[in-house]
């Protein structure tokens, strides 16, 4: 069968003379018509289906079953309706009519095309981990392990030690190298990442459903038995310091990072989440086994599994390879208090010649986590959106740009009241 296709309709055929038929309906004129039975007719000899003796006989017979088969529905056809009851533009396209024409709702109320509610169980196993799932049906799993504990939680001695733990824990264990590691983790077509952050610290794998229990023991390999080596903490030096000269080339990071020290100067909250460039060279080997014993426990744990996994599953797994840590703290070892972080109203300026650009963030305090209104702020964030010049270009928008770069060969693009000047260096 061959599909000819056009705004006005659909039509499908076969051999040659009714595919004239298709093209004279679809409109299409005369010497694309020739072209197209030129292309048909040495097709079929090609593919030997119809043979030059009998072919209008077979395209007659095709012809008539064809016609049978939509016989029946043509005041469906004239009313460009599908079988199924969906209006024809409605198949080819995605429609969002249960999305918006909902008509008033009481304040509060969301609708049943958007509520999202599935499945979720939580436990807590004897040393204090908790295990929380949500299940739905899908060939992947995803399994994270997160830590309550981050850059806020150390002190200007260790600053940047939560960072470097979570660089060494990719290093090797006492049960398999870093070759193996990264092995395992390839050869099951695996994804294992790792963050850290201000307030707690991140290791996920997705992995495919049946390798679900591997992902488990991984993780629990990793943050129970690595060596953390004096040689890995020395060679990892070189990484870190590599990696925060690269964050302070981003110009979004280092307004952010800057904003974070001015709202928050007296707590640690204010301190960069790579830590202090300075302490890169003095973070030691015994630094970074205290921060985890000290933080790296049962009470302080939480492991997430989302997709196709079922909890008591999770449960078991989570309670085979997490089972042994400790609930609190070794002995002798104590978290350092969390002190409420104060906002400060504050100005800062930072003048770098060689930028381009000017970046500006203007903030202020917002719901933390655990306020009734954190949820709606992020409604409210999400409406606000964000741009990007470089994403967008803003061409086609209806905004001011006064931008002047080398990427685009200085060209200079100022639109003043509706009049839009643009400027192009000639090379």
Known sequence: FFFFSSRRRHTRCSGVSWARRCVQETGINAEYMGKINFKIERKLKMLGIVRQTS?????SQLRRGFASQIGGNKDLAKQNVAPSGVVRSDRLQFSKERLTDFGELPLGEIPDALKYDRPFNLSTLSNGVRVATEYWDSPLATVAVFINCGSRD?????????????????????????????????????????????????????VFKENTGKAVEILGDMLQNSLYDKNQVEAERETIYRECL???????????????????????????????????????????????????????????????????????????????????????LSPKPREKAHFTPSVMMIRDDEMVNMNVGVFFEA???????????????????????????????????????????????????????IKKKKI
């Open 367 to 421: 719901p933390d986590w655990s306020h009734p209104d954190y949820y709606a702020f992020l409604m409210f964030q999400r409406m606000l959106g964000d741009y990007s010049a470089d994403t967008h270009t803003g061409h086609h928008l209806n905004t001011c740009l006064l931008y002047t770069s080398d990427a685009a060969d200085d060209l200079l693009c100022v639109d003043l009241g509706g009049r839009r000047i």
């Open 55 to 59: 072919r209008r006989i077979k395209a």
């Open 154 to 206: 150390e002190s200007i001695e260790n600053s940047g030690v939560a960072h470097f733990l979570e660089h060494l824990n990719f290093k090797g264990t006492k049960n398999r190298t870093r070759v193996q590691l990264e092995l395992d983790v390839e050869n099951m077509g695996g994804q294992l990442n790792a963050y850290t952050s201000r307030e707690n610290t991140s290791y996920t794998m997705t």
């Open 246 to 332: 690269e964050t302070s080339k981003d110009q979004l990071e280092t307004t952010i990072e800057n904003s974070h020290y001015t709202s928050y100067r007296d707590s640690m909250m204010g301190q960069p989440i790579l830590g202090i460039r300075e302490n890169i060279g003095v973070i030691s080997q015994d630094m970074i086994r205290e921060f985890h014993q000290t933080h790296y426990h049962g009470n302080n744990i939480i492991v997430v599994g989302a997709g196709n996994v079922k909890h008591e599953q999770l449960v078991e797994l989570v309670n085979q390879h997490f089972g042994k840590l400790p609930q609190t703290p070794q002995a002798g």
